[in-house]
């Protein structure tokens, strides 16, 4: 099961890097994974029809139950099945489809990103990697939709949609949190082992809007259904896949997996059943009065989640089993339908309903396909869709105590059922009778055959599932009613003739009555687009007017009131709410402070020394930027030696080093700041409480800050895992040094991401420092510089006039690199280790850089420091996969003695080459940001203002 979800993930890579002459690979590519996947999918069915999930699981943190768990059971893999045949369809579609301008590798490499985050969202064995999957679902679609993105409308379309989804995706994943809360578990099998749990909570009302709005948005049902329409946008390949058997279906996959557990409530009954009724009808009837082909699937689609919503809402095990029957039924006919539109938009230019009339006569074939799968997108008879819907008018037409629901269901279902026959009879008709078409550019003709034949086989399926259900979808359907509803699973029969009953009455009802209102609607209102009477309360201009107000009017307004451009007042803001929120939280819990028992003269000193640094160095930093810099360095200082005093050499070390470098780095970036402001003469009475209000707070802070970190240090520690690294660092890590044990091998994933979020960092600095336009008044060379002699590039450094300096500090270049490889090697057993040894590496750079300048050390040394930001990450990365591959978590360490000549037995660990990523990493950072800074001095920048802004489309100047 694991390569149902990391294959596709693996070929997308591959398909993406197929480009220029080789992009057509990316088709037998995708489609060979797409078919792979599919035939995986079907050899595991015998396992999944005997009644038991198959799980496959990989630990994280087994203690807060996060794990990385796939599980397949019926339901799962009735939808696998739907993602991987249906997307291999819609590969071989694409193929003849789609452009050869068009960019096809990237097409087909995001159809598998999507279908991998598809295939882990079903086969989530994790509520909360279910949350994740989701929102890589709205993220993939949201490029998917936006394809062809010099479109406007497929820019609109595709930030609609990704807005509204990941709005849902937002509440889902609350919603996970609230039932991992309750259950007590985030396994998905102990939730849907919990029984009314969730029921009975108090938390239950809570946790199901939150989970409904995830549900509700992702399947577009009322009133978040107007993203889907606008989603048409995206190429015809991806609305056949994505919008009628995936993305859409995710939502009431959702619904259906939590059935069990969540459905029995008045409140699940209210807000599922009528909001699904609302969408079922709404789309039906703004899927007739659409001209585009597209819009009117679209809303059709609509209104079918609609139907499934408002079964999975009625709390009954036959409306349940209804309901996924149609989800498979929806997804075959719906996807050929939509092959179908783009077929005819293909091989016409257009899919505007009143300029296409008569391609019967050009597309036989296509058109006689095309009305079978309409027949069963309005339910005739001998067609799948007219099973799964006698279903649905089953359970509306059972009796219900409640009068409003005894007559609002039956009566809703017909009125849909009749407004689904007249939009299906309008697609027929409207699109392959009538006269022949007369506003085309071109002459209609019948695609390519392999074209065609993803179309054919699915309307074959609807054929065969509505003359045989009981061979063809019998056993499928079972496993996976049988998954959901377990012994509380009804007997239903899938016999095409019932005999003459309401449901059928019903049938007929809305046949007839579907030609009824189709004849007025052709006659008078063919011509409308769009639902009359509500052309003003369109979704998608409330939604643009909501959006626009959010983020301009509101914004703005709220700017005004409460906001202003200086910083000053935002950041004295922000720290006295954190200063009240500190108060407030921890005053009442202070209690007594015992008084310190002694105190060491020598280190009360330098704590002396430290504070008054830091305080001269904040009153400094406006005026006198190098003096606040020393003093700084002064504060630092102290930090190191209270280090070093409290036997922590480990951070003495780091923090030395790190202080070297930061303050190299700075004093480097000083010069390109505007210039200092001079010390006013006279100050006013009302900058002078400014300033003392300023240091009122600053102190309080400080205070609050230290009395805080005191009370923490004075009371007894609960017990904590300090012991468990002190006994194990050797055992388990090979290392007698606990604080680098700690970091490279018990704590491995939180260096990951800390090492991540440095590369990050220093690829930003130099992003936004190779844009820099300095100040008119820092853009000429500095003072010191002037008053000496000038050189031929304006460049002056070390060597010009520190001629001994600069020598030594070329000597001590491999001797720096000498001490770094020696820190970096015995890091695991004394101080020392990676981050250590990266800074002094960098500390190496520096150093030439200072004392030769930027030109004469780059032509002579090519470090290119990006290389060793990705190679020290992959590095990284790769020691913890290795333990993947051996069978163990993530970032497992192993160690073992090993017989060296003339070394004799030393201990080796695997944790060594993670600290050697964390080395090159933090190398290539540490560099790119010096490079970035010293580029400035010889790239001649243009001053700031001095850019002409350039002219953009539709506005006036460059804002």
């Known amino acids: ?94 193929r003849y489809y789609m452009s050869p301008r068009d960019p096809v590798a990237r097409f087909y490499a995001l159809l598998l990103a999507f279908m991998g985050a598809m295939l882990g969202l079903v086969l989530s064995g994790n509520i909360i990697q279910l949350a994740v999957f989701w929102e890589l679902t709205s993220l993939v679609s949201f490029l998917l939709i936006g394809y062809w993105y010099h479109r406007g409308d497929a820019r609109d379309g595709a930030r609609m949609a990704l807005i509204v989804t990941g709005m849902g995706g937002l509440a889902l994943f609350v919603a996970m949190l609230l039932i991992g809360h309750i259950v007590g578990s985030y396994e998905l099998d102990a939730v849907l082992a919990s029984g009314s749990t969730l029921v009975d909570s108090p938390l239950y009302p809570v946790t199901l809007i939150l989970f409904l709005l995830a549900a509700f948005t992702k399947s577009a049902q009322f009133p978040f259904q107007f993203w889907l329409p606008n989603a048409m946008t995206a190429p015809t390949p991806v609305s056949a896949y994505l919008h009628s058997a995936t993305m859409v279906k995710a939502g009431v996959f959702l619904l259906t997996r939590f059935w069990p557990v969540m459905s029995d409530s008045e409140l699940w009954f209210a807000i599922v059943t009528y909001t699904g009724l609302a969408t079922l009808i709404f789309g039906a009837a703004a899927a007739l009065f659409q001209r585009d082909l597209k819009g009117l699937l679209a809303y059709s689609t609509i209104s079918h989640l609609g139907l499934i919503t408002t079964l999975l809402g009625m709390g009954t095990p036959l409306a349940a089993v209804a309901a996924i029957f149609h989800i498979a039924n929806h997804a075959t006919f719906k996807a050929s339908l939509f092959m179908v539109v783009g077929i005819i938009d293909h091989e016409t230019g257009t899919r505007d309903v009143r300029k296409l009339s008569g391609l019967w006569r ?49 009566i809703g279902a017909t ?201 001269a160095a904040a009153q400094q930093a406006k005026f006198h930027r190098l003096a606040a810099m020393i003093l700084m360095g002064g504060a630092g200082l102290a930090t190191c030696i209270t280090f070093a005093w409290l036997s922590a050499p480990d951070l003495a070390l780091t923090q030395l080093l790190a202080e070297i470098a930061t303050t190299v780095l700075i004093l480097l970036g000083l010069r390109w700041l505007p210039k200092r402001l001079p010390v006013p003469e ?81 690829l ?9 336009r300095p100040a008119v008044d820092s853009a000429e060379r500095p003072e010191q510089q002037r008053l000496l002699d000038g050189s031929a590039d304006g460049q002056r450094v070390a060597d010009d006039f520190l001629r001994i300096p600069s020598l030594i500090m070329s000597w001590l270049f491999p001797v720096v690199i000498l001490i770094a490889i020696y820190m970096l090697l015995r890091g695991h057993d004394l101080p020392g280790g990676g981050f250590i040894a990266g800074i002094i590496m960098s500390l190496a750079f ?114």
């Not at 596709?8 to 060979?32: D, E, I, K, N, W």
């Not at 038991?52 to 203690?63: G, H, K, S, T, V």
């Not at 799964?388 to 005894?406: G, L, R």
């Not at 037995?905 to 090159?920: N, R, S």
């Open 1 to 94: 099961m694991g390569a149902l979800c990391a294959l596709p993930f693996l070929a997308c890579v591959l398909a993406y890097a197929l480009q220029g002459r080789l992009a057509s690979g990316a088709v037998y590519v995708t489609g060979g994974v797409a078919a792979l996947l599919f035939l995986v999918t079907l050899l595991l069915f015998p396992q999944v029809s005997a009644g038991d999930a198959l799980i496959y699981r990989i630990e994280w943190i087994p203690q807060l139950g996060l794990n990385l768990t796939l599980r397949m059971d019926g339901l799962a893999w009735l939808f696998c099945v739907l993602i991987t045949l249906i997307g291999l369809l819609v590969v071989l579609y694409a």
């Open 362 to 410: 050009f597309m036989p074939f296509t058109a006689t396909f095309a009305i079978i799968a309409s027949g069963a997108m309005a339910g005739v008879p001998l067609l799948n869709g007219f099973l799964s819907k006698e279903m649905f008018f089953t359970e509306t037409a059972e009796f219900h105590p409640d009068i409003f629901v005894n007559y609002s269901l039956p």
């Open 415 to 615: 009125i849909a059922g009749m407004l689904s026959v007249a939009y299906s009879i309008k697609f027929v008709h409207g699109v392959f009778f009538g006269p022949p078409p007369t506003e085309l550019d071109r002459v209609p003709h019948e695609p390519p055959a392999l074209m065609r034949r993803p179309m054919e086989l699915l309307v074959v399926v609807c054929l065969a599932v509505g003359i045989i259900p009981g061979i063809t979808i019998g056993p499928f359907l079972a496993a996976a009613v049988h998954s959901v509803l377990g012994a509380d699973t009804p007997y239903y029969s899938l016999s095409v003739w019932h005999g003459f009953n309401w449901p059928l009455l019903m049938s007929l009802l809305a046949m007839l009555g579907g030609v009824v209102i189709y004849v007025p609607y052709y006659r008078r209102f063919r011509d409308v687009d769009g639902l009359p009477f509500l052309t003003r309360f369109r979704g998608q201009r409330i939604f643009e007017r909501l959006l626009l107000n959010a983020t301009n009017k509101w914004a703005r307004s709220f700017i005004e009131l409460f906001g202003t451009q200086r910083l000053q007042p935002q950041i004295f803001i922000v720290v006295l709410l954190a200063l009240l929120a500190g108060v407030a939280a921890g005053w009442a819990r202070m209690g007594n402070l015992p008084l310190p028992e002694s105190l060491d003269p020598v280190l009360g000193l330098v704590w002396l020394v430290g504070g008054i640094s830091a305080i």
């Open 682 to 762: 006279d100050l006013t009475l009302k900058m002078r409480l400014r300033r003392l209000r300023d240091v009122g707070l600053a102190v309080l802070v400080g205070l609050g800050a230290a009395l805080l970190s005191y009370a923490v240090m004075t009371r007894s520690a609960p017990l904590g895992i300090s012991e468990f690294f002190l006994e194990n660092a050797y055992i388990q890590g090979g290392g007698t040094n606990v604080v680098n044990v700690m970091l490279v091998d018990f704590r491995g994933f939180d260096t990951m991401g800390e090492i991540t979020v440095l590369g990050v960092v220093a």
């Open 764 to 772: 930003t600095v130099f992003g936004l420092l190779r844009r820099f």
């Open 846 to 959: 520096i150093l030439q850089y200072m004392a030769h300048g930027t030109r004469w050390v780059e032509e002579r040394l090519r470090v290119l420091p990006v290389l060793w930001i990705g190679w020290g990450l992959g590095l990284a990365m790769l020691t913890g996969l290795g333990a993947m591959a051996l069978g163990a978590p993530f970032l497992t360490s192993a160690f073992a003695y090993a017989e060296i000549p003339l070394l004799g037995k030393i201990p080796l660990a695997t944790a060594l080459l993670f600290d050697l990523g964390v080395f090159a990493l933090v190398v290539g950072a540490t560099v790119l940001m010096l490079i970035a800074l010293a580029h400035q001095s010889i790239r001649r920048p243009k001053p700031a203002g001095s850019a002409k802004p350039r002219e953009r489309e539709g506005l006036a100047k460059w804002n």
